[in-house]
């Protein structure tokens, strides 16, 4: 049974930092493509930062370049997003994914990934 939950979201000012945790369970995590994506109100999901199954290689949207920063701790099966100079604009719900290793080639096919998280919410004020 393969499980995402996400947590850490909440209300913060512009300028603040949030961490945002997803703890995977059911499957051989570490070989996995793990995604971070977000859906603003009115507005198509998104993706934001993905990592690769050895954490050799992370890919950021342009938006969240040099603020964001995803990480994994494969002893744990935690993945990670910390998010730092928050802007309004990255209120969203903010969701983790889990797919094949391969899909870290092309990140943002939200199609390609097998599984989700239920969501946590970010908002920017």
């Known amino acids: 049974h393969v499980q995402l939950v996400e947590s850490g979201g909440g209300s913060v000012q512009a300028g603040g930092s949030l961490r945002l945790s997803c703890a995977a369970s059911?499957?051989?995590?570490?070989?996995?493509?793990m995604a971070w994506f977000r859906q603003a109100p009115g507005k198509e999901r998104e993706g934001v930062a993905a990592?690769?199954?050895?954490?050799?290689?992370?890919y950021y949207a342009d938006a969240v370049k040099g603020r964001f920063t995803i990480s994994k701790d494969n002893a744990e099966n935690i993945l990670y997003l910390t998010m730092n100079i928050l802007k309004p604009e990255d209120t969203a719900m903010y969701y983790c994914?889990?797919?094949?290793?391969?899909?870290?080639?092309?990140?943002?096919?939200?199609?390609?990934?097998?599984?989700w998280g239920q969501g946590t919410q970010v908002t920017v004020s």
């Open positions: 994914a889990s797919g094949a290793g391969v899909v870290c080639r092309v990140p943002w096919r939200q199609r390609h990934y097998n599984y």
């Open positions: 059911g499957y051989t995590y570490n070989r996995n493509c």
């Open positions: 990592i690769n199954h050895g954490a050799t290689r992370t």
